[in-house]
């Protein structure tokens, strides 16, 4: 599953460095003599949004679950702020689907995990000590963009990639019953040998956005599964393996604003407009 992940966020980047804008497209022009037939006779469209691109920061918070092997009685637990920019290209693919795109950027995000009381055993589960771990995790992701425009201030959102990061603080929260105990009290704030500090995984999510030309309000809902565990499975037995990956969610408000126009022409494709029209002159003339 990795693999063909891998293979069509490569295909998704290759025809986005395929779409270009096309500047052969010439204004709307009316012939010498105008008459009502030629009026009935028009079909009018309403233009494409343009191959466009956006920059944007955005901020909100997390929740973290983790995914655990033995399965463990967990319960999420918020952590914040999440924070982070991005830059957003649109582009058309195959000359046809106007509602593509590829995303980059980087945030600072959290894993961890809180293993919940169970009330019928009268029991809560305990890593080295403590029943909640959270991490600082700087992150970097690229992501496949799709998005659905609804009218001229409305789209839905939807994204899938990947994402890389470096666990670079974590925090313990010790159980009452460890708490007193030196060996547990040394790693609160800092790793273990066994620890692993190096994270990635799929990311995805959805949302939408507001458009007020030229910016951009989105509200996004993310979900992490991280490939990477926390720590090394056998650290506690060579024969007993024991895995625990990151699953967390986020929820994320951003404003973007678009480098270049959703519809239209910038000032340079226009004066190359210009230029040309200008050269097609001197050419009919000269002929």
């Known amino acids: 599953m990795r693999k063909l992940l891998l293979i069509g966020l490569l295909l998704?980047?290759?025809?986005?460095?395929?779409?270009?804008?096309?500047?052969e497209k010439e204004f709307f022009s009316l012939p010498d003599t105008v008459t009502n037939a030629y009026?009935?006779?028009?079909?009018?469209?309403?233009?494409?949004?343009?191959?466009?691109?956006?920059?944007?920061?955005y901020g909100g918070a997390s929740v973290q679950f983790g995914f655990w092997n033995p399965s463990r009685y967990t319960t999420g637990h918020w952590a914040g702020p999440?924070?982070?920019?991005?830059f957003i290209r649109y582009y058309t693919m195959f000359g046809i689907f106007h509602n593509m795109g590829l995303e980059m950027g980087a945030q600072m995000n959290y894993e961890g995990y809180e293993f919940k009381f169970n009330k019928e055993t009268?029991?809560?589960?305990?890593?080295?000590?403590a029943y909640k771990v959270t991490m600082k995790v700087p992150e970097a992701y690229?992501?496949?963009?799709?998005?659905?425009?609804?009218g001229e201030h409305f789209k839905l959102l939807a994204k899938l990639g990947i994402y890389g990061g470096y666990r670079m603080s974590i925090s313990r929260t010790l159980d009452d019953d460890y708490a007193p105990y030196e060996t547990y009290q040394q790693y609160v704030n800092s790793f273990r040998d066994y620890d692993?500090?190096?994270?990635?995984?799929?990311?995805?999510?959805?949302?939408?956005g507001l458009m007020f030309f030229p910016v951009e309000f989105h509200v996004n809902v993310q979900v992490k599964w991280g490939w990477e565990s926390f720590w090394e499975p056998d650290y506690a037995s060579q024969y007993y393996y024991r895995?625990?990956?990151?699953?967390d969610g986020a929820i994320t408000f951003g404003m973007y604003y678009q480098l270049t126009p959703r519809y239209g022409h910038t000032r340079s494709q226009l004066k190359k407009l210009a230029r040309k029209m200008v050269q097609q002159q001197i050419e009919q003339k000269n002929d």
């Open 243 to 247: 895995f625990a990956y990151p699953l």
């Open 142 to 150: 690229f992501l496949s963009h799709f998005h659905v425009d609804m």
């Open 39 to 57: 009026l009935d006779s028009l079909t009018i469209e309403v233009a494409a949004p343009n191959d466009y691109w956006m920059a944007g920061a």
């Open 196 to 208: 692993r500090r190096w994270t990635y995984g799929v990311q995805g999510g959805v949302g939408f």
């Open 122 to 129: 009268g029991y809560r589960a305990t890593e080295s000590g």
């Open 12 to 23: 998704t980047a290759a025809l986005s460095a395929r779409a270009q804008v096309d500047l």
């Open 82 to 86: 999440v924070y982070g920019v991005s």
